[in-house]
């Protein structure tokens, strides 16, 4: 089998990457043969077409034929696990997004939990989401039993095919959320929750093609939070004032991620695939004022989680949600008046959410500064003078862990 190779064509204001750096790139996925096939040929058309143009970064698209998709070996059902009542959360989740290209507007482009359950976001969706080619899901299962979460980053290169990326990423939140919302909360498994998903896009036939990275996360009652990523997507896990745990991103080389894909039968394309088995598991046990966070690229590629760690915590401290000193004395702990009604009276899940999309836009459309991307350019390319941040679609789900007042009662 042959690696196929496109670009994700990036448009910056002040970068010179040169045209060699697109084919040197290009040319390690490119089979080695004396006489290329006519599919060989296509991809080389689609490497030195007009879209290549001076200041475009590469980025890989690895892409499957559906008979190949379909032959795998599918992901085992986890076993069931038994819930404990020694201690019990509800998990208040918001989320926030901005489409490269438009301005962010805080009070339009959010949705918000109020802690309860029985919410799934999208529930009736668009074919596209709000979010450009990013997208999210948010499914409160039961009586807030669990709450599973999730972003998903579109590959925007599929464009040289014709492609819109942006319905791969919906439909597959889409599936996600109806995944997680069918599966009993006792056997519910992210990767699997993504696995079913993306057998879901595959089987149905309603996508045309397209690619996207996944990041999957599941909170359940007793505190335990188990995730899975795939890509450069990605979560980090707050705690304190401090970075508890960050989500390594899975790429294949510079900015070019791990991502499932699909494309249309006519491209007969017999290639290799990333499947939602590849995708890096984690799980981490959860406390009082704990702050998770999910985010696309968009987020990761502006700013640091030094930065993130500062938006999350001049909120929870402003409203009292962690407080510095409380019983040791020192550091910054969850404050004794947390609570869920506090969490939703203040909307601390919207507002950091909110705080972390306006931050990123911020450093997206800087040109003087430049960001964890740009720094990662000018490491991999010295020659290069790439600055400032990185435009792209913003896409972020927050949520805060609040002890559940009304099960300690019972």
Wanted: glycine fraction near 8%; charged fraction near 20%; charge should be positive.
């Amino acid at each position: 089998m042959m690696r196929i190779c496109s670009l994700r064509l990036i448009e910056t204001r002040q970068s010179s990457i040169a045209f060699r750096h697109l084919a040197n790139t290009a040319s390690e996925f490119l089979p080695r043969r004396p006489n290329p096939s006519p599919n060989t040929f296509l991809l080389h058309q689609i490497l030195s077409g007009a879209r290549v143009f001076r200041g475009a970064l590469p980025k890989c698209i690895r892409s499957f034929s559906v008979t190949a998709h379909k032959s795998r070996t599918p992901i085992p059902p986890p076993a069931a696990t038994t819930e404990t009542d020694e201690q019990s959360y509800k998990f208040h989740t918001a989320a926030s997004y901005s489409p490269k290209g438009l301005q962010y507007n805080p009070e339009r482009d959010a949705w918000y939990s109020d802690g309860r359950g029985g919410h799934i976001v999208p529930k009736k969706p668009k074919l596209r989401s709000d979010a450009g080619q990013d997208a999210f899901f948010v499914a409160e299962l039961g009586d807030g039993d669990a709450v599973a979460v999730g972003v998903a980053d579109g590959v925007g290169g599929y464009s040289s095919l014709g492609i819109d990326s942006a319905l791969f990423s919906q439909g597959l939140c889409v599936g996600m959320a109806s995944a997680a919302w069918k599966t009993p909360v006792n056997k519910l498994d992210p990767r699997v929750v993504m696995d079913d998903a993306y057998n879901r896009i595959n089987d149905e036939g309603k996508i045309r093609g397209g690619a996207s990275t996944a990041c999957v996360g599941v909170f359940r009652r007793n505190g335990r939070f188990t995730a899975a990523n795939l890509g450069d997507s990605g979560f980090m896990i707050l705690r304190s004032g401090k970075v508890l745990y960050f989500s390594p991103p899975q790429t294949h080389s510079f900015n070019c991620p791990l991502q499932l894909s699909a494309i249309p039968k006519r491209y007969h394309f017999e290639v290799h695939t990333d499947l939602p088995r590849d995708a890096a598991q984690s799980s981490h046990s959860l406390c009082e004022g704990d702050v998770v966070i999910f985010a696309t690229d968009g987020v990761w590629d502006n700013l640091t989680n030094q930065q993130i760690l500062r938006c999350a915590s001049e909120v929870m401290l402003r409203v009292g949600a962690w407080e510095i000193g409380g019983d040791s004395g020192h550091g910054i702990t969850p404050s004794l008046s947390l609570s869920s009604d506090s969490i939703t009276q203040h909307g601390v899940h919207v507002a950091i959410a909110r705080s972390v999309v306006t931050m990123a836009k911020s450093a997206s459309i800087n040109t003087k500064v430049d960001g964890p991307f740009a720094k990662d350019v000018q490491r991999l390319f010295p020659n290069e003078q790439y600055r400032g941040g990185k435009v792209d679609d913003i896409c972020v789900v927050a949520t805060v862990v609040v002890k559940n007042e009304a099960a300690a009662r019972r």
